[in-house]
């Protein structure tokens, strides 16, 4: 199993923290929101879980998918 993010963009209020915690993984955009630029990232790059619980509105979602042989 890994965990693949995604960012609630009804949520996030551009807080930013989780682009400070994993800047592989979550990139701020033009529009001021977290986006998602590498969903393999999380384990190696990032702890996404904590990433997660660190998001004060809980907009990152974590989905988790069955790991491709
Ligand atoms: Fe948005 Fe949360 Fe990141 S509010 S910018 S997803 S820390």
Redesign the pocket.
Known sequence: MKLVPK??LE?????????AMCPDV?E?ADDD??HVINPDGCGELCDCEE?AE???????ILEEVEEEE
Do not use: N
């Not at 660190?54 to 990152?60: G, L, Q, R, S, V």
């Open positions: 960012i609630d949520k996030c209020i551009g807080d930013a923290v989780c682009e979550f701020m929101k977290a990433a660190a998001c004060p509105t809980e907009a990152i």
